[in-house]
């Protein structure tokens, strides 16, 4: 049984190893950050239009944040 | 022709003529099936993780909310029976609840290798899960943590054998979570192989066209799926029947 020789088996213990730390570290640091923002989309939406909104209500007269995110986002909606 | 159920599961060190003839020696570097397999649990990994955080939906879809409803029950069920305490500790259970699904799912496909009917793999993760929970368990409570080898409700002199019964339970813990996978896993991988190997040899057909059939069972079942969660019917298109999936079970 090739299974019973010990090298094979410290090996597969290291494979193991590794890719369970490699999904842990996916896991803790990717996916679960999203779902303690509580919704996937709020990233989404964060990344792409976040800095378009930021630069539009630096240079608009209102200079008001919320409201040009706000009227970025019913845009994007329709 | 036939070959032994236990076939399947055997590990060979060198698998890829690539690497054999390397100039790495192959007493030193192995790459086995089992590595091979577990690379292509680390590229449904990648995958997933694309899904999530590269593509380029900015509104969520149907995935989205599985996957979110699944990482959102995990929480639940960690809070009902550890506490609010053990939030911190969910990326362990999600892992651990992820790497076996891909690897069993994976151990599915024809052709492929249950990487999880090895027993060295099971026994290492219910050796660190188990003793992780012990260290995290001494870390928080201190001395108060051999409380859970005290059985309550029970008199003074029963207090010794009860607590190294209970000592040996939790050691074997270990022992029993590892081997109930490993069984499971070869017991079900054994058995299918000897029904392939039965219905090849009644019904004396080419292994391609059960391979075929079995492609075509499982496309149909999980577009009917599909279909079912997604549109509340199990067809995508032609005529909407109004059966619903959901509607069989009530």
């Not at chain 1, 090996?11 to 842990?24: L, M, R």
């Not at chain 2, 060979?12 to 192995?30: A, C, E, G, H, M």
């Not at chain 2, 207090?159 to 270990?174: D, G, H, K, Q, Y």
């Not at chain 2, 040899?201 to 069972?217: E, M």
């Amino acid at each position: 049984m090739p299974q019973l020789d010990f090298f094979i088996f410290f090996d597969e213990a290291f494979t193991t190893f590794i890719f369970f730390f490699y999904f842990y570290y996916v896991f803790s640091f990717f996916f679960i950050p999203l779902l303690f923002k509580a919704k996937f989309y709020l990233n989404f939406i964060n990344k792409t239009l976040f800095l378009k909104n930021f630069f539009n209500a630096s240079f608009s007269v209102s200079g008001n944040k919320i409201i040009s995110e706000t009227k970025y986002i019913n845009k994007s909606l329709k | 022709m036939i070959f032994s159920p236990l076939e399947q599961f055997e590990i060979f060190p060198n698998s890829f003529y690539i690497f054999q003839s390397s100039l790495v020696t192959k007493d030193f570097f192995l790459f086995s099936n089992l590595d091979f397999s577990f690379l292509v649990s680390l590229i449904e990994l990648l995958n997933l993780k694309w899904f999530l955080l590269e593509s380029k939906f900015v509104f969520p879809n149907f995935s989205y909310f599985f996957l979110e409803s699944v990482f959102l029950v995990a929480l639940s069920m960690l809070v009902s029976m550890v506490g609010k305490n053990a939030q911190a500790n969910l990326g362990i259970v999600l892992t651990l609840f992820f790497f076996i699904l891909i690897l069993n799912v994976l151990g599915l496909i024809p052709f492929g290798f249950c990487v999880t009917s090895q027993i060295i793999v099971t026994q290492f993760l219910g050796f660190f899960a188990i003793g992780g929970l012990t260290l995290k368990g001494i870390q928080n409570l201190g001395f108060n943590f051999l409380n859970l080898f005290v059985p309550r409700n029970v008199p003074i002199v029963m207090l010794p054998f009860l607590s190294v019964i209970e000592i040996i339970s939790f050691i074997s813990r270990t022992l029993s979570l590892s081997i109930r996978l490993f069984a499971n896993m070869v017991a079900g991988h054994a058995l299918l192989h000897i029904l392939m190997g039965a219905l090849l040899s009644i019904f004396s057909i080419n292994f391609a066209s059960v391979l075929l059939l079995i492609v075509f069972f499982f496309t149909c079942v999980i577009d009917f799926c599909y279909n079912a969660f997604r549109n509340g019917n199990c067809f995508s298109s032609g005529i909407r029947f109004r059966c619903s999936f959901f509607d069989l079970f009530k």
